[in-house]
Structure formats: structure tokens, C-alpha cells
């Protein structure tokens, strides 16, 4: 399984920007698309946002829309999420994931990273 690791994370005024980078080992990155969710405390993991294998193809939340982007740059083994206008809502642990075409399932997670927004 391909190792993922989060960072970006932290604390952050509401209005403000982050952006989270999330790092794969190995050389079959470009392979697969990746996602983006996030878990609030007491709720459930929610799909954020997923970018196709060469990033062509972007999906997000409806709740994230018009102020998160996904990007990936493949030579760098890398996907983001770059934050904008943050609310309180954002906040949560966020993980990014790789996602198999065969079965259509999410096969490796990273181990997260906080993000906090504050009023």
C-alpha cells in the first residue's frame, strides 16, 4: 500500500487560508485519483473533494464549492487542498486517501492532520 502523509493543518481565524499537502511514497501516484474528507468531532467522515489520476477531473463538497481547490502535481508525488474563506465549520481532522478504480474504493489513508477554524 502506498504510505500517505498529511500536513498543512492548524489553527486558523475564520476567513483566513491553508493549505494541506498530502505526500505519497512510491512511483504510482499518478496512477490514481485521490480524495480529500474530513471528520468533525462526533460525526461521521465526509467526502471533501477528489481529483482524477492527471488532474483533469475535480469534484467537491457542495459546502466546500468556490472556496476549497484540489490540485495535484505528480512529479511530486503530491496532492493539496488549498483552503479558502475557512468557517468554523471546516474544522476537523483531514485525510487524504487514494482511490482504486477496481472496485471504486478508497484502499489507503493518511494519518491526518487537524484543522481548526476559530470565530
Known amino acids: 500500500q502506498v504510505q500517505l502523509v498529511e500536513s498543512g493543518g492548524g489553527l486558523v481565524q475564520a476567513g483566513g487560508s491553508l493549505r494541506l499537502s498530502c505526500a505519497a511514497s512510491?512511483?504510482?501516484?499518478?496512477?490514481?485519483?485521490m480524495g480529500w474528507f474530513r471528520q468533525a468531532p462526533g460525526k461521521e467522515r465526509e467526502f471533501v473533494a477528489r481529483v482524477s489520476w492527471n488532474g483533469a477531473i475535480t469534484e467537491y463538497a457542495d459546502s466546500v464549492k468556490g472556496r476549497f481547490t484540489i490540485s495535484r502535481d505528480n512529479a511530486k508525488n503530491t496532492v493539496y487542498l488549498q483552503m479558502n474563506s475557512l468557517k468554523p465549520d471546516d474544522t476537523g481532522v483531514y485525510y487524504c486517501?487514494?482511490?482504486?478504480?477496481?472496485?471504486?474504493?478508497?484502499?489507503?489513508w493518511g494519518q491526518g492532520t487537524q484543522v481548526t477554524v476559530s470565530s
Open positions: 512510491g512511483r504510482t501516484f499518478s496512477n490514481y485519483a
Open positions: 486517501a487514494r482511490r482504486v478504480a477496481v472496485p471504486a474504493a478508497y484502499d489507503s
